[in-house]
């Protein structure tokens, strides 16, 4: 996996996607909130481990947020970005 892409509030007034990297301590608590499993409670071992794995994972793949416009129009630019980045 090249980067994980974490898709930033749209923006109306925005004309160019713009990309930017989230420091790893902080990614970490990005992805915890977007894992898929985060309505579930977990007991504080599940937890931990769940932790320790986004920390693996934030230390070998960059994770990167995209700002972009609020136009489906935009959708193509806002793919080149990415695949430039």
């Known amino acids: 996996m090249a980067a994980i892409y974490i898709l930033g ?16 301590a902080n990614a970490v608590m990005v992805l915890m909130a977007h894992r898929t499993a985060n309505h579930l409670p977990l007991n504080k071992e599940k937890q931990a481990r769940e932790f320790a794995g986004m920390s693996h994972v934030v230390m070998s793949v960059p994770v990167r947020k995209v700002n972009r416009s609020d136009s489906l129009e935009a959708l193509p630019q806002i793919c080149d970005a990415i695949l430039e980045d």
């Not at 109306?12 to 420091?23: G, K, N, Q, R």
């Open 9 to 24: 509030e749209r923006q109306p007034d925005l004309a160019t996607p713009t990309i930017e990297a989230i420091p790893s």
